[in-house]
């Protein structure tokens, strides 16, 4: 059973950073094809940013020059460095596959900007 378990989450100012990891156990990092996603209070889960098996990555718009995201197959673990917070990328973070197939879910980690 594949298990996901994201960490690095925490309340920051606007401006700020954070690194956020998410530990995939049960399958083989180096298989899949990987993202971060994100769920503000009200909304729905969203795409943020995606790493495919040979590094190669995409953001959305509204996260592009700030976010980075990172895998280590040999840690079995990827990041996502966030620069430059703002208020609106308060949400709780997921990692997942990036397919319509995805794992079950972890428990996220809370992202909160705000002064």
């Known amino acids: 059973q594949v298990r996901l378990v994201e960490s690095g989450g925490g309340l920051v100012q606007p401006g700020g950073s954070l690194r956020l990891s998410c530990l995939v156990s049960?399958?083989?990092?180096?298989?899949?094809?990987m993202a971060w996603y994100r769920q503000a209070p009200g909304k729905q889960r969203e795409l943020v940013a995606s790493i495919t098996r040979g590094d190669m990555t995409n953001y959305v718009d509204a996260v592009k020059g700030r976010f980075t995201i990172s895998r280590d197959n040999g840690k079995n673990t990827i990041y996502l460095q966030m620069n430059s917070l703002k208020p609106e990328d308060t949400a709780v973070y997921y990692c997942?596959?990036?397919?319509?197939?995805?794992?079950?879910w972890g428990q996220g980690t809370q992202v909160t900007v705000s002064s």
């Open positions: 049960g399958s083989r990092l180096s298989d899949n094809a």
């Open positions: 997942n596959r990036f397919s319509v197939a995805r794992y079950t």
